[in-house]
């Protein structure tokens, strides 16, 4: 006998809500002293895009207080602040770029978690 669909749902529900009651603390500073590890980044260009997806566990990507977000520099140069895990530089020239992105919380304060890595438009 299968469980109805209704059922698997409320089942997903309630451990979402127990995972975001049951967060473990975070230390008395306003940052984590720890932000999870290390900041994963995957990459793919398109055309003249490239999509980008960080993974950094329980770095807040978010505006407003108690939020992050990532710096992104191409060549050495600030493109833009993205508050999202997963976004897209798009319309880059060709040739060889340089991407860097920089976590930052939205006080200004570095996680020191970084990443760079190049990629070629044609």
């Known amino acids: 006998m299968s ?15 127990a995972y975001a009651f049951f967060e473990p603390a975070s230390s008395s500073s306003a940052h ?3 932000v999870g590890g290390p900041l994963q980044v995957k990459h793919e260009v ?8 960080c993974v ?15 710096h992104v520099y191409v060549n ?4 833009t602040e993205v508050y999202t895990a997963a976004f897209i530089v798009r319309g880059l020239p060709s040739g060889k770029h ?12 570095a ?4 990443h760079e890595f190049d990629v070629a438009i044609r």
């Open 98 to 109: 340089t991407i860097r992105l920089e976590l930052v919380y939205n006080d200004g304060k």
């Open 3 to 17: 469980l109805p669909k209704w059922f698997a749902w409320f089942a997903a529900v309630i451990l979402l809500a």
């Open 111 to 114: 996680t020191g978690m970084t």
């Open 46 to 53: 398109k055309g003249s895009d490239v999509f980008i997806e």
């Open 76 to 79: 050495g140069q600030k493109m």
């Open 56 to 70: 950094a566990v329980h770095f807040p990507f978010r505006k407003g207080s108690g939020g992050g977000h990532i």
């Open 32 to 34: 984590a002293e720890a």
